[in-house]
């Protein structure tokens, strides 16, 4: 079981950046899948979740700016980030809950290793 973040980097505010996570993952399609951050000397938080059905949520500090995206066929979820922000400078991490589980946010139990993005004014 994995999951591999690659896609961060540095961009100026502004910008935009496209975050993906290759997964290795039974069942993939049924579980629920979703994109957290952690800034340093922040709590973790979740930033946009999608189910097996393509529901999406998102936390209002993002929203019209991000968005999720996954497909299925290639194990493959993505984070489309528009109109970065500083304060969206953090780790970001890809998370998978088990299949058939809900997107509560401590329902996720596999997690990638993480992605930094840096955003600079």
């Known amino acids: 079981v994995y999951l591999v973040e690659s896609g961060g980097g540095s961009v100026q505010a502004g910008g935009s950046m496209r975050l993906s996570c290759a997964a290795s993952?039974?069942?993939?399609?049924?579980?629920?899948m979703g994109w957290f951050r952690q800034a340093p000397g922040k709590e973790r938080e979740g930033v946009a979740t999608?189910?097996?059905?393509?529901?999406?949520t998102y936390v209002d500090s993002v929203k019209g700016r991000f968005t999720i995206s996954r497909d299925n066929v290639k194990k493959t979820l993505f984070l489309q980030m528009n109109s970065l922000k500083p304060d969206d400078t953090a780790t970001y991490y890809c998370?998978?809950?088990?299949?058939?589980?809900?997107?509560?946010?401590?329902?996720?139990?596999?997690w990638g290793q993480g992605t930094q993005v840096t955003v600079s004014t």
């Open positions: 999608i189910d097996s059905d393509g529901r999406t």
């Open positions: 998370a998978a809950t088990y299949g058939g589980s809900g997107c509560g946010l401590t329902s996720f139990v596999n």
């Open positions: 993952l039974y069942s993939y399609s049924s579980r629920c």
